[in-house]
């Protein structure tokens, strides 16, 4: 089973806000009383934070869906929503967050680096919170809002000072273990090494980390033997060393053509890299030593004699050292402390991040409305922040909520924008992307006669403040009266014209 892996896909849910309540309070004597519902609570973050003690992504490896706590629901009484509780997933040093499409969303560096992967969802409002003076009793609330969902690739990059490179079994493990107190795998096959491992070497007043990458092979830009999956690794460190092998069993290779071999992966790999943005030194332009390691055998220090005068042609450090009987490696030790602490200074410093204040457009309406075909119809889809976010805060199966979603919708100036796109009354209208949309029939507030029903949640009767007097009242009743004795002085008159003679009678009130 594979016990480290630095590339994940990782799917992030944030926690869903919790629905507001809809309550009314009841008192002795008031059995209404006023609203009391409170409002639900917001739904936890999904955070990826540095920790010291994480070396890997296994654990996303295996569990790739990652949600927070949802909020809890209000309650009557005023008893809010708990709020949910942050996801924090511990990443190692030198993730790199990314989009699908390869967007570098965060770069984390430094223990403690925290990056918010996943926003929880709002908690929806209780009737209380909606009350207002023309409001006064909602029999409604808002639901909470879904958390935010987004699939991020998590790509490790270790961070180190110094990277080992060179072919397999060109004893770079050897070689950390020696100079650090870290304990790779060793053995005397290819590719032992199947996981980069750090270790911290101390050489007087330097102190510096020691990457050691898995061996390369021609071929490892494209993906060749572990190619690309670990050449990242070597993309943010100050130093490079080349480590050759002086006592190659195989005939045909030496020194100087395994160099010249892993240069040419190297520069391959760096032609792809977007160096000027990190601002890093160019990949091969990076302070480079050459290392002759297994110099403590005969055909070792005969290797090495041959070879080192065309190494120094380079212009760089050439070393030998021997991982064994260490010899050369407090010398190598040394030169490259020296070597990343001229890098580090060199690194320009930090700039803080200037605060950048940008006002709204006092224009600005915050949605739009673009036509479409739905169903082979013209349909019109409304795209913006404030009315999706309203919708899915409505609960569809009360009435007076879908009234208070029409009457937002109104004063933010859907109806206008609907209308000046060529909508008519019985228009199929779509709020929200994709098919997650809510589909209706548009009915807007002027045909429909709604504003001739006043504020919605008030009662127009309960707003009648004038009392009839005495006199008025008495004058309705002969008004009443007046009416009465004139219906039924027009009844007389028709039955005395024979207006209601019964055929069947001769006149004097017999049947004929």
Same mark, same amino acid.
């Given at each position: ?205 330097? =102190?510096?980390?020691?990457? %050691? #990458? !898995?061996? *390369?092979?021609?071929? +490892?830009?494209?993906? &060749? $033997? @572990? ?82 005068? =065309?190494?120094?042609?380079? %212009? #760089? !450090?050439? *070393?030998?050292?021997? +991982?064994?009987?260490? &010899? $050369? @490696? ?183």
């Amino acid at each position: 089973m594979a016990t480290f892996v630095d590339r994940v896909r990782l799917q992030v849910i944030g926690g869903s806000g919790g629905n507001g309540a809809a309550s009314i309070r009841r008192e002795k004597f008031k059995p209404l009383a006023g609203p009391d519902g409170a409002n639900g609570g917001r739904g936890g973050d999904v955070i990826l934070e540095v920790d010291a003690s994480t070396t890997t992504l296994l654990e996303y490896h295996h569990k790739p869906h990652q949600r927070a706590t949802s909020g809890g629901f209000g309650k009557g009484d005023l008893r809010h929503g708990a709020r949910g509780a942050d996801l924090v997933l511990p990443v190692p040093d030198g993730t790199v967050v990314t989009t699908e499409d390869g967007t570098v969303l965060a770069d984390m560096i430094g223990i403690g680096t925290r990056y918010v992967a996943a926003r929880g969802g709002n908690g929806g409002l209780g009737n209380a919170a909606l009350a207002s003076a023309k409001r006064k009793a909602p029999g409604f609330a808002l639901l909470g809002e879904p958390g935010q969902e987004r699939t991020l690739i998590l790509e490790l990059k270790s961070v180190a000072d110094v990277a080992l490179v060179g072919y397999p079994s060109a004893g770079k493990s050897s070689l950390i273990a020696a100079m650090s107190a870290a304990r790779p795998k060793i053995a005397d096959y290819p590719f032992t090494t199947l996981v980069p491992n750090l270790g911290v070497v101390e050489a007087g007043q330097h =102190r510096y980390t020691v990457a %050691d #990458v !898995p061996g *390369l092979i021609p071929g +490892a830009s494209q993906g &060749k $033997g @572990l190619g690309l999956d670990f050449l990242r690794h070597i993309e943010r460190c100050h130093v490079i060393v080349h480590v050759l092998d002086a006592a190659a069993l195989e005939s045909e290779r030496d020194p100087v053509s395994d160099l010249e071999t892993i240069e040419a992966e190297l520069a391959a790999y760096a032609a792809s890299l977007d160096e000027e943005t990190e601002g890093r030194i160019p990949l091969m332009e990076r302070p480079t030593v050459i290392v002759l390691n297994k110099t403590d055998l005969p055909d070792g220090v005969d290797m090495a004699d041959m070879v080192r005068d =065309r190494l120094g042609e380079r %212009d #760089v !450090p050439v *070393l030998d050292v021997s +991982a064994v009987s260490h &010899k $050369g @490696l407090r010398e190598l030790s040394f030169v490259l402390g020296e070597l990343v602490e001229e890098a580090r200074q060199a690194l320009p410093a930090p700039d803080a991040a200037p605060i950048v204040i940008t006002p709204a457009a006092e224009d600005e309406k915050g949605f739009r409305v673009v036509t479409e075909q739905y169903d082979g119809e013209t349909a019109y889809r409304v795209q913006g922040d404030k009315p999706e976010r309203w919708v899915r805060q409505t609960d569809f199966a009360n009435d007076e909520a879908v009234g208070y979603l029409a009457d937002r919708l109104a004063r933010l100036g859907v109806e206008d924008e609907l209308y000046a796109a060529g909508a008519v009354a019985g228009s199929t209208v779509l709020i929200g992307p994709g098919e997650d949309a809510v589909v209706f029939d548009w009915e807007p507030t002027m045909v429909g006669g709604a504003e001739l029903l006043g504020a919605r949640g008030t009662d127009q009767r309960l707003e009648e403040r004038h009392r009839p007097t005495r006199e008025e009242k008495r004058e309705q009743q002969r008004a009443r009266t007046a009416a009465r004795m004139d219906r039924l002085a027009a009844m007389e008159a028709e039955r005395q014209a024979g207006y209601w003679t019964d055929p069947a009678d001769d006149g004097d009130g017999r049947r004929v």
